[in-house]
């Protein structure tokens, strides 16, 4: 087995979300993504509940869970190359390889073996296709 510094980032971070608790993997989507897209995610009304179930307060459903999940590894393989706010503006907005339609939106209304891996391919090619004379956009 490679130690974690050889090891591609996509791994890494899909080992961290399959062994974060589901009330840790909230929080953590909660700093990438904030509150509101989190709880549009959910879906939930109040981001008060995104709250709860980052404190522990309150546990989300399963679907809900594989949903936050999915979007938590495509959050932070991104945020591995982008600030937040480029990662926030990515989920929210429309997306050309996704037929222009919003990766938050899919990962919350659609069919998840379906959606999580067209988003995720979308934040892989996304990743790989930004223009270098770009690279401001990028993570200091």
Do not use: C
Not at 11 to 32: F, G, I, N
């Amino acid at each position: 087995m490679t130690s974690t510094e050889d090891e591609p980032a996509d791994r890494r971070v899909h080992r961290k979300s399959v062994q974060l608790s589901d009330a840790q993997l909230v929080y953590e989507l909660r700093e990438l993504l904030g509150f509101q897209l989190v709880a549009d995610i959910g879906p939930v009304k109040e981001t008060r509940a995104v709250r709860q179930w980052a404190d522990g307060d309150r546990k989300p459903s399963a679907a809900t869970m594989a949903r936050l999940r999915s979007a938590y590894l495509v959050a932070a393989i991104l945020h591995e190359h982008y600030s937040s706010s480029v990662v926030q503006t990515w989920f929210s907005g429309l997306n050309p390889e996704l037929d222009d339609s919003i990766p938050a939106v899919l990962l919350r209304d659609g069919p998840l073996e379906q959606t999580g891996p067209a988003v995720l391919a979308a934040a892989r090619a996304f990743i790989a296709a930004v223009d270098p004379s770009e690279d401001t956009i990028r993570k200091a």
